[in-house]
């Protein structure tokens, strides 16, 4: 096994927060996606509140000032240059720096969830690394909501939903770009309500949800 360590993963989540928005390096980036025209996205049609996901719970035990927020106005991000390029980068620097591990191989456990600062993780770990790092950035955390979809075999997946005044993207270890929520071939089962983090609402048809998310 590679040796790769993010400890302590507070200093390295500010730092590479801060490496995304500073510096001068990023000067021509940013002029680049100034001049680049804003995608737009359609909404997710969410419905009555659902269970929350056992691991979601597990992980708060372990995480509590993840988890703390409560009722809540909810806010959507105002979407512009900044923080188009802060979704992507961070979406992209998550996907690269952080790789693939099962939870049994991991952990030993066949569902997880954990802040990857180790350099190992399945889908949830790169999805709560990236809230974590576009909160620190300044997004709002109502508007990062952890989403469970199954994917095309049917299996438990989670992604990471951000929700913007122009739309709704999908950030995914298992693809490279930021997406519409629309143009991926899953079937979006529940999400995080934006009105408190810990309150799990449904998304579209009922169906039944995966027990465990693994990809």
Not at 3 to 28: D, K, N
Not at 86 to 103: C, F, G, Q, W
Not at 134 to 155: C, F, H, M, N, Y
Request: hydrophobic share 40%; proline share 6%; charged share 25%.
């Amino acid at each position: 096994m590679r040796s790769f360590s993010l400890a302590p993963g507070l200093a390295v989540a500010a730092a590479l927060t801060w490496s995304l928005l500073a510096g001068s390096a990023l000067a021509a980036q940013r002029a680049a996606v100034r001049a680049t025209p804003l995608p737009v996205a359609g909404f997710v049609e969410v419905g009555e509140t659902t269970s929350t996901p056992w691991g979601w719970l597990d992980f708060c035990n372990r995480y509590e000032k993840e988890c703390r927020g409560g009722l809540s106005r909810p806010v959507d991000i105002a979407l512009d240059a900044r923080s188009w390029r802060l979704i992507r980068e961070i979406n992209s620097a998550v996907n690269t720096m952080i790789e693939p591990l099962s939870d049994m191989d991991h952990w030993g456990v066949v569902d997880r969830w954990d802040l990857p600062y180790d350099g190992y993780g399945d889908c949830e770990d790169y999805v709560l690394l990236k809230r974590k790092l576009l909160v620190s950035a300044g997004l709002p955390r109502q508007a990062l909501l952890v989403t469970i979809v199954k994917d095309e075999k049917g299996e438990g997946h989670a992604v990471l939903t951000a929700k913007t005044d122009h739309g709704e993207f999908i950030l995914d270890n298992m693809r490279e770009k930021v997406r519409p929520w629309s143009e991926l071939p899953y079937q979006f089962v529940k999400r995080q309500s934006q009105s408190d983090p810990n309150a799990w609402v449904r998304i579209g048809e009922p169906t039944t949800a995966p027990l465990i998310v693994s990809r």
